[in-house]
């Protein structure tokens, strides 16, 4: 072996010319098409879901069982009827008013006990407090005390339907809040910004992404308590929402019916998702390249 | 005693720090960030804080901003006493998320000229512009910040700064995070904004290099906790002569570690 200590051989400077580039030298390759339509979210996702379909209507006939297991066909054609026949618009559009007022009234609410909690240290302790005693209690669970004070109406499901709303808003809306960069905060103090309006210009912005996550699980948990409180209790106030419709379809042994309303409640879970929350998405965070 | 003297004949300090205390609460201990930190800053100076880190810079930096009181002495700005955060003193911090994401630039610029209510929307717009031309930025005005590099971004953050026209701009080290070279350009286009509108700074930095280049006036803090060990006049800008750099340079490094 070399004993000596390896120097790196000695080279001269050197000075290139660069080569100026223009338009036309710079080589562009097409995408093809079909990668190009693939790259489209709602094409991969209308695939998985033409796949889905596919798999329910091989398996139901398989299964051959219109009362276990009705096929997909069958499910279109009472989704079809019901729907020329007036009767699964109304019900989706009763079951969606109460679902507004519940959620609506829920986000304000959680809206309100965040901006407590961020601002005094006792709201802080209120808002932790009731959401570990009071997240982890089913809405399901409450309905019967709803039913006690506010009767057979809308106001029993408003309020299930605000507690389950409430307190995942809260929480995410909170934890978005603690999350809000030091400098951040500084540069809206350093703009005079205090109360309200810190809230508003500063803090909500900023702590955007977590909001709209829990406003997405929020979604979620008031559709699956709204469903489950008209299955319980059904119709309320003459006109039944989405669950009744199950509920009495059920009852009538009317199965294919059964699968469009469950169909119906999918349907406008996936048109929330996609179209409402997407866009909000896209026109927010996404844009503020706070989420990728 | 001597500097006493010297100040009395000056007009009044823009800014006024006397006999000033900082310090930090941890959850285990009280830290003393700085003792008895006593200077003046004129109106147009370029007056640098350097030192080592744990001098207490940043902290004396973000008490004249007002996020921070002293334990002992008072900060003025023309007189009036500093008790929390305001837009007469803009600052530029060193971090570059100092942006609003959810803005574009030139929202980010209009943004505290209209939070503070001092001019209307069109008005805003329009002084938002001019500064943004001034820091070179104008074709990106409508760009979001996740889209520039950090120097553009210390950019804005600069003609955000500058175009509140606040009583002095107040930076924490804000060319630190960048790349060397970019940061020569930074500290050259500084210097190119002080000769257009004469603003007052108050710079804080490690760099002693930086220091001369920036200021012209620099106050050297010793650390643990931070004490004034000298306030010195920099260089001349036009005569960048090399031997008196580098005996300046060494005079600095001899004492703040000697």
């Known amino acids: ?292 | 005693m001597k500097d006493g003297s010297e100040t009395s004949s000056l007009a009044e300090p823009l800014l006024d720090v006397r006999g000033v205390t900082l310090q930090y609460k941890t959850a285990a201990r009280i830290v003393t960030a700085t003792h008895r930190v006593s200077f003046a800053v004129y109106p147009a100076d370029r007056f640098v804080l350097l030192g080592p880190s744990g001098c207490g810079k940043s902290s004396l930096l973000k008490a004249v901003a007002g996020y921070l009181d002293p334990v002992e002495g008072e900060f003025h700005l023309r007189g009036r006493r500093i008790r929390e955060p305001g837009p007469d003193r803009m600052m530029v911090f060193q971090e570059f998320d100092q942006l609003l994401p959810w803005k574009t630039v030139l929202d980010n610029v209009m943004f505290p000229l209209l939070a503070t209510r001092r001019l209307k929307r069109s008005e805003a717009r329009a002084r938002a512009q001019a500064y943004i031309e001034k820091v070179g930025l104008a074709t990106f005005a409508d760009a979001y910040p996740h889209t520039l590099s950090g120097g553009m971004k210390q950019r804005v953050a600069i003609a955000r700064g500058m175009a509140m026209e606040p009583e002095i701009l107040l930076m924490d080290e804000p060319f630190a995070a960048l790349d060397a070279l970019t940061r020569r350009t930074m500290q050259d286009e500084l210097l190119r904004l002080w000769d257009d509108t004469r603003f007052t700074v108050l710079f804080v930095t490690h760099s002693i290099n930086e220091a001369i280049k920036i200021g012209n006036r620099i106050l050297l803090l010793s650390p643990h906790p931070g004490q004034v060990r000298a306030e010195m006049d920099s260089l001349p800008r036009e005569s960048p002569d090399a031997a008196a750099l580098l005996g300046l340079e060494r005079h600095i490094h001899d004492l703040l570690f000697a």
Not at chain 1, 105 to 114: D, E, I, K, M, N
Not at chain 1, 229 to 254: M, R
């Open chain 1, 1 to 292: 072996m070399n004993t000596m200590l390896t120097t790196p051989p000695a080279r001269p400077n050197v000075e290139h010319q660069v080569v100026a580039f223009t338009d036309a030298d710079l080589i562009e390759r097409p995408i093809p098409a079909w990668e190009r339509i693939w790259n489209q979210g709602w094409v991969r996702k209308a695939v998985l879901l033409v796949l889905l379909a596919a798999i329910w209507e091989a398996y139901a006939r398989y299964l051959d069982d219109d009362l276990l297991f009705p096929t997909f066909s069958d499910t279109i054609d009472a989704f079809a009827a019901n729907v020329a026949n007036g009767v699964l618009p109304a019900r989706a559009l009763a079951s969606i008013k109460v679902l507004l007022m519940g959620y609506a009234a829920g986000a304000a609410l959680a809206t309100v006990l965040s901006v407590l909690a961020i601002n005094v240290r006792i709201g802080n302790d209120l808002l932790e407090t009731l959401t570990s005693m009071l997240n982890p209690l089913p809405a399901i669970a409450l309905l019967p005390l709803a039913l006690l004070w506010f009767g057979l109406g809308n106001g029993s499901l408003v309020f299930v339907l605000i507690h389950s709303v409430l307190w995942v808003v809260a929480l995410n809306m909170h934890a978005g809040f603690r999350g809000v960069s030091p400098t951040l905060r500084m540069v809206g103090r350093n703009y005079g910004l205090r109360g309200l309006r810190y809230v508003a210009a500063i803090l909500i912005p900023a702590a955007f992404p977590s909001i709209l996550t829990g406003l997405k699980v929020g979604w979620a948990f008031a559709w699956r308590t709204l469903i489950a409180a008209e299955l319980v209790f059904g119709v309320s106030s003459g006109a039944g929402g989405l669950g009744w419709f199950i509920f009495e379809n059920k009852n009538q042994l009317e199965i294919p019916s059964v699968f469009a309303g469950l169909l119906s409640v999918i349907l406008i879970g996936l048109a929330v998702e996609n179209l409402v929350f997407r866009t909000l998405e896209s026109r927010t965070v996404r844009r503020w390249g706070m989420q990728h």
